[in-house]
């Protein structure tokens, strides 16, 4: 529960500390006093977001504390980890003048996320807002589960995701296997076109030199014949030199031994020059040049630049995308067995899908006529004895998150009159009692710990209001209770009252709030009745606080 409040600089409030009990605790005050400030700073501490707005002085930073005790089991082991959450949870929460945002749980920083993670299930809001969502026919089927065997919704949850992962994987398959077909006779046509040329990268990146070679073949071998010609066979040829000046020099080695150095070196160069001359000679006579192959290698150079162009920019490229239509066309065998595995697997899975979500609804439906039962009764004891509720449970044959469900509140209030939606004939002091009555019936299971009751008790009074403040004090006995009222008779029934006062002191305006004492109280409530402290008020005061238990 929460035990501590600490409110500094919000809106009219300068600076106050709160302490709270369990039970009931009240909250009166004029209006525009702030009485509604102070569940504001609540929602603050629970992650609700902030607006420079709410700073009483926009040059100082908000900041709101509170301090939670009890048994925080309820909460994951990760968060109470993190945390060091054991039987306290402080939380800090501050905005500075520039919109900075710091927040800490137990000294440690925290994210507004992990604030909601962990007080969505600490603290519960009733308000306005509260009272949109019971008439929101969509948020019925969540009230009506509170009395439905969790594990039976469990089970249908994860067969329902694990049916719908299924279907969409099913649904992306044939999609994936109707684009292949309607691409098949495309990607055979290209696969062949690919095929048909039996691409080898490192063999065919040489075409282009061979084509060059071929088309300049006659100049080629003229080079080769010159060369011989002046090397080898011309009348006067460098290779008969050279021989004939060796023979010279060898001629002379016994008488001039300083020549021999020059003797060797062109006994060299004459080996080289033959050796050359050889393969020269050897090229010459080899170079054939067939039109035909010439005309072959062009046109398998144009089929090839026409691959690359469509499927490249290199052979590799082409061959990679040649690889993928393969896989492609051998999947369409595949995938088509694929299918068919998948929509029996489907078919198994709705099967067991359809019988979990008639126990489910059979469930819904019998929770649907308890709730109905119990809370008409409450609504008979809090005044509204003509009162018909109705928890219409409508079951359509589909599968979805809800197990084909809609469920709608009905209600009639007057004799003579059928039960129609909610949303279409409750009033705002009707929806009140309603949530009461709800809130009632689920104490039991519910392990919110604090509810908050921002004017719940809006367009009742007299006997009304008297049922609708026993209702509170008796939830008060296994829920803490904050309940901001107007009304006398409910504020008599607190546990702890504290009032909220605006006072105006050198031109500025404060809230003032205070824990009342017995007598306090009397003054207070009687203020409440008559609008003054008159001895008739303090009498009704006192004989409102004698019967409150």
Do not use: W
């Not at 084909?404 to 009905?410: I, N, Q, R, S, T």
């Not at 309940?483 to 404060?510: C, M, N, Q, R, Y």
């Amino acid at each position: 529960m929460l035990t501590q409040l600490n409110i500094s600089n919000l809106s009219i409030i300068d600076k106050i500390s709160l302490e709270f009990s369990g039970g009931l605790n009240i909250i009166t005050g004029e209006t525009g006093a702030g009485k509604s400030l102070v569940i504001q700073a609540v929602k603050l501490l629970v992650g609700e977001r902030f607006s420079r707005e709410m700073a009483r002085d926009p040059e100082k930073k908000v900041s709101v504390e509170g301090a939670f005790s009890g048994d925080f089991r309820m909460l994951s082991e990760e968060l109470r980890d993190e945390f060091e959450i054991e039987d306290e949870i402080v939380v800090k929460r501050s905005v500075d003048p520039n919109g900075k945002n710091k927040i800490s749980l137990n000294g440690h920083i925290a994210t507004l996320k992990q604030l909601k993670q962990i007080f969505d299930i600490l603290v519960d809001f009733h308000g306005q807002h509260e009272h949109q969502r019971l008439l929101n026919s969509r948020n019925h089927i969540k009230y009506l589960e509170g009395l439905i065997d969790n594990d039976l919704k469990e089970e249908y949850s994860v067969k329902y995701r694990e049916y719908r992962k299924l279907a969409s994987e099913l649904e992306r398959l044939k999609k994936e296997y109707s684009d292949t077909l309607k691409n098949k006779d495309i990607m055979e046509f290209q696969l062949n076109e690919i095929e048909s040329l039996n691409i080898e990268p490192d063999k065919d990146r040489e075409l282009e030199n061979r084509i060059s070679f071929l088309n300049n073949i006659e100049k080629i071998r003229e080079a080769l014949s010159m060369s011989l010609q002046v090397l080898s066979e011309g009348e006067y040829n460098a290779s008969d030199l050279i021989n004939t000046s060796l023979k010279e020099i060898s001629s002379v080695l016994d008488y001039y031994t300083d020549i021999e150095s020059i003797h060797n070196r062109l006994q060299d160069v004459y080996y080289e020059l033959d050796d050359c001359i050889n393969n020269i000679s050897h090229l010459y006579y080899e170079q054939d040049g067939d039109p035909d192959e010439l005309d072959s290698l062009i046109k398998r150079k144009m089929q090839l630049d026409k691959l690359l162009s469509k499927y490249g920019p290199d052979f590799e490229d082409v061959l990679e995308f040649a690889d993928d239509l393969k896989n492609k066309l051998d999947n369409v065998t595949f995938d088509e067995e694929k299918i068919e595995q998948y929509e029996k697997e489907l078919t198994d899975i709705e099967r067991e899908l359809k019988n979990i979500a008639g126990r489910l609804n059979a469930s819904r439906k019998k929770a649907a006529r308890d709730l109905a039962g119990q809370v008409e009764n409450i609504l008979k004891s809090l005044e509204l004895k003509d009162a018909k509720f109705e928890v219409n449970v409508d079951v359509k044959d589909v599968l979805d998150a809800n197990a084909g469900a809609d469920v709608e509140f009905y209600i009639a209030t007057n004799k003579g009159f059928s039960p129609s939606p909610l949303k279409k004939v409750a009033s705002g002091g009707e929806l009140s009692r309603i949530m009461l009555a709800l809130k009632e019936v689920f104490s039991g299971m519910d392990d919110t710990p604090t509810l908050i009751f921002d004017e719940i008790d809006t367009g009742i009074s007299g006997v009304t209001a008297r049922k609708v403040a026993e209702k509170l004090k008796n939830l008060g006995k296994t829920k803490q209770l904050f309940v901001i009222t107007h009304l006398p008779v409910v504020a008599s029934k607190s546990d702890s009252h504290f009032h909220i006062a605006k006072i105006s002191e050198k031109g500025s305006t404060f809230t003032k709030i205070k824990t009342l004492s017995t007598e306090e109280r009397k003054e207070v409530l009687a203020t409440m009745i008559a609008g003054e402290v008159t001895p008739y008020a303090l009498k009704q005061a006192d004989e409102m606080l004698e019967h409150q238990a």
